[in-house]
């Protein structure tokens, strides 16, 4: 199928990582010219490097909590690429964990600065490129615990909801624009950010880290029918088709990408 992404401008935050990453790839090999956005700096750029064998690829380092480097990313994108089409949102942390009671203000705070105003700087920042164009696409990585919260991760959760609303809110006000709005909304993959979860477990129970996962997904997540990690690749196809030319009458659509995970409709 062929996505229709040719020359088509698109700015993946959490590039140097995980989905991100997978995400670039997948753009680049369809004629994308991608921009990475990541905090990182030394990792992003031998990212971009290795990238930048299938295409047209550039590395601009950026703190999303700081709205002051979304907007010089923005510059630099533009320098580079004159516009954007496509804002795909991957950038995200665990954030705080634990009993609900012993999380503080302070721990909430930094959570919804990268799990929810991340997103909204980052639309505000783009999204106007899209509307004057007539043309975008733009995708939001929630997660399962959006819909299925997780007591443990709740200021996670909360933000991960508020993604989903923030996307379909998005989409309603901007169709007649030409810009269309989705959020995908993955469970267990294998990325850095889960295997930072299994490996604190598997030292935490002294046992191998295989078999902290084969342990988690028993334990913690019954109803993840395929009973493995996703992988980051799985995502980026989904992520693919909704930033392409093919997704044209999908807007406002949460897309579970979770092997079962999510129980309910
Ligand atoms: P990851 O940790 O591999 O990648 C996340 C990237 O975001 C990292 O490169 C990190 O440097 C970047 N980032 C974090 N804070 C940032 C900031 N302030 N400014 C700029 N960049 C920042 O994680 P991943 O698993 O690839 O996750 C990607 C997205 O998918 C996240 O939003 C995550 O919540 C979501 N998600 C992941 C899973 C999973 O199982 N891996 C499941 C559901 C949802």
Not at 40 to 68: C, H, Y
Request: aromatic share 6%; glycine share 8%; charged share 25%.
């Amino acid at each position: 199928m062929d996505l229709g992404l040719t020359n088509k401008v698109a700015v993946i935050t959490g590039g140097d990582s995980g989905i991100g990453k997978a995400t670039a790839e997948r753009l680049v090999r369809e004629g994308a010219k991608v921009a990475l956005i990541d905090k990182t700096s030394d990792a992003l750029t031998r990212t971009t490097e290795k990238i930048q064998s299938l295409g047209e690829v550039i590395a601009v380092q950026a703190d999303l909590t700081q709205r002051e480097q979304v907007e010089a990313a923005k510059q630099q994108i533009l320098d580079r690429f004159g516009t954007v089409h496509i804002l795909v949102h991957a950038a995200g942390i665990t954030g705080a964990t634990g009993d609900f009671l012993e999380i503080s203000d302070q721990e909430w705070q930094e959570t919804i600065e990268v799990d929810l105003m991340a997103a909204v700087r980052t639309c505000r920042a783009f999204l106007p490129l899209m509307r004057s164009a007539g043309w975008g696409r733009i995708v939001l990585v929630s997660s399962e615990d959006a819909l299925q919260p997780y007591p443990e991760e709740l200021p996670y959760c909360a933000c991960k909801a508020a993604i989903l609303n923030l996307a379909k809110g998005l989409s309603k006000a901007y169709a007649k624009d030409g810009v269309l709005v989705n959020s995908v909304s993955p469970a267990f993959i294998a990325t850095p950010m889960t295997d930072a979860m299994m490996k604190t477990q598997a030292d935490q129970e002294g046992i191998p880290f295989d078999q902290a996962i084969e342990q988690f997904l028993q334990n913690n997540r019954p109803t993840l029918e395929l009973q493995r990690r996703g992988r980051p690749e799985e995502v980026a196809d989904v992520i693919g088709f909704l930033c392409s030319e093919r997704s044209s009458f999908v807007l406002g659509a949460n897309w579970r990408v979770d092997g079962g995970s999510v129980a309910s409709l």
